[in-house]
């Protein structure tokens, strides 16, 4: 049986941010498949780099992939910003074969499973975690028996949505075997995309610790369940080991949704690192409670190798903490920052604008906690409505989306309407006031050339002052510092020559 698996990546900032990754997703699905049925199978894992509007592209590349590889299974795993290529793609594998078994997981067949379903090709949503399903959907496939009564899974039968009950989460996370790279190409995405930490990508690995989130954040996905699962300190430290050894790679990046709830655990990996006397870089893109940090666990995780980390704020209001439900103690995740800025560790802030009821006053307050801190960067989205989160309930009980849905399949960086208390023209304002305030800064440039040097490139740093620049709309008129005139002004001379000043991309 031949089963190849589709990374659908999109990003509508591709020609100014192109950022891609290998899909360790879909590596853990291939290296439980394997285990279980061996030689019975054929894998391939594919990456289909989408760009917006580019439908017959994407659809001649499907097609060159099926004819080569000649799958009688194809499963799809996208998020949901590519909702279309999801449909494109699914289109094209039924016209070449329409008995090709079409499987779709990942967030968006977790978040909106009906509406996969709904253009009528898919054949399989797989709901939340995927390896149980798939080797059971496998096993009755090789059996021969029907595949409907899978726990985990939805589809349609004679025009109506089935959904069956959800599968239990794998609570032995050490029983899993590693992902399988031996079906992916590490040196595929190097000079060609940014990885998640926007760097330029070269042979890394990502590599998961944990699963699941025990808090309850509104805005959020609910693809790995909400019950927080742990893999041992040896478990992750012989994967790293393996990487390591097997194919060279020192530079790793952890990609849990919450590496540090236990801070026990998160030490102890970070000793066996040390004590391993290999010389590694890790970076932390999105894994970090910021309030769950001590001095102690910075101290290991720079000792370990860390060299990056992400801390998510979103909201410097204490009452929209409270309606997100992220209750994130921000006094306790400042000095956090803190903490890694001066253990040497590059920071980068997430923050978000245009949650139900925000008033100006309270995204004045991001902005001047965003400010204030020793973040070396910073990043300030605007919120995405995902059908499936509680953040979107909460619109609609505002009266918004009820007769338009969400236009989902956008960045989150760039601006949209929704019920916060001000105009949307103004949330642009706020967005390019955030960006002018914070990063145009004696301090911050400063700061940012202290740390950010030997983690990232001269380039990768002119990459993101320039990300600055043309986001912000500025001229080098309005800055009044004449040294921060003198430090920036070559990229305000690339900018106006090359940049498409008139689209966000911070």
């Not at 590889?69 to 949901?80: A, F």
């Amino acid at each position: 049986m031949k089963i190849l698996f589709v990374d659908i990546l999109r990003s509508g900032l591709h020609d100014i941010w192109p950022a891609a990754e290998h899909s360790i997703g879909l590596m853990y699905l291939s290296s439980v498949l394997k285990k279980n049925f061996g030689e019975q199978l054929d894998i391939r894992i594919w990456s289909l780099i989408s760009l917006p509007e580019r439908a017959a592209e994407d659809r001649e590349a499907m097609r060159l992939k099926i004819e080569e590889v000649k799958p009688d299974i194809v499963g799809l795993r996208s998020l949901t910003i590519s909702k279309d290529c999801v449909e494109t793609v699914s289109r094209t594998v039924k016209d070449w074969d329409s008995n090709c078994l079409l499987l779709a997981g990942g967030p968006y067949a977790t978040d909106d499973p009906a509406g996969v379903l709904k253009g009528g090709c898919v054949d399989v949503a797989v709901i939340g975690e995927g390896e149980g399903t798939v080797v059971e959907l496998v096993h009755h496939l090789l059996e021969k028996k029907s595949i409907y009564d899978i726990s985990g899974i939805a589809y349609m039968e004679n025009g109506c949505y089935r959904q069956t009950p959800g599968r239990k989460l794998i609570e032995n996370l050490d029983a899993l075997p590693f992902p399988d790279y031996s079906e992916i190409d590490l040196d595929e995405f190097s000079n060609r995309f940014l990885n998640f930490t926007a760097k330029v990508s070269s042979p890394h690995a990502n590599i998961m610790t944990s699963r699941g989130c025990p808090y309850r954040c509104a805005y959020c996905h609910n693809v790995l369940g909400k019950i927080f699962r742990v893999r041992s300190p040896e478990n992750v430290f012989e994967e790293i080991r393996y990487i390591h050894d097997q194919f060279g790679i020192t530079d790793f990046q952890v990609i849990d949704d919450i590496f540090n709830l236990d801070m026990k655990r998160a030490k102890k990996i970070c000793d066996l690192i040390i004590g391993s006397g290999m010389n590694l870089t890790f970076a932390f893109p999105n894994a970090i409670r910021a309030d769950r940090v001590d001095e102690e666990l910075v101290e290991k995780m720079a000792a370990a190798g860390t060299r990056f980390t992400s801390i998510a704020i979103e909201t410097a209001s204490p009452r929209l903490q409270k309606l997100i439900q992220k209750n994130l103690n921000l006094e306790k995740a400042f000095r956090t920052i803190d903490l890694f800025a001066g253990a040497g560790v590059v920071t980068r802030g997430f923050f978000m604008m245009g949650f139900p009821t925000e008033t100006e006053k309270e995204v004045l307050e991001t902005i001047e906690y965003a400010k204030r801190s020793r973040l070396c960067g910073a990043t300030f989205f605007t919120v995405v409505y995902y059908p499936g989160t509680k953040l979107y309930q909460l619109a609609q009980s505002y009266g918004y989306f009820k007769d338009d849905p969400f236009e989902v399949q956008r960045d989150y960086v760039q601006v949209s309407d929704g019920p916060y208390e001000f105009s949307l023209e103004h949330l642009k304002a706020l967005k390019k006031k955030a960006i002018f305030e914070f990063a145009f800064t004696r301090e911050r440039i400063t700061n940012a050339l202290a740390i950010m040097p030997p983690y990232f490139s001269a380039r990768e740093i002119d990459g993101l002052f320039m990300a600055y620049v043309v986001s912000s709309q500025a001229s080098l008129e309005d800055i009044q510092d004449d040294q921060v005139k003198r430090m920036l002004k070559r990229h305000f001379i690339i900018a106006e020559r090359f940049s498409k000043r008139s689209e966000f991309y911070v």
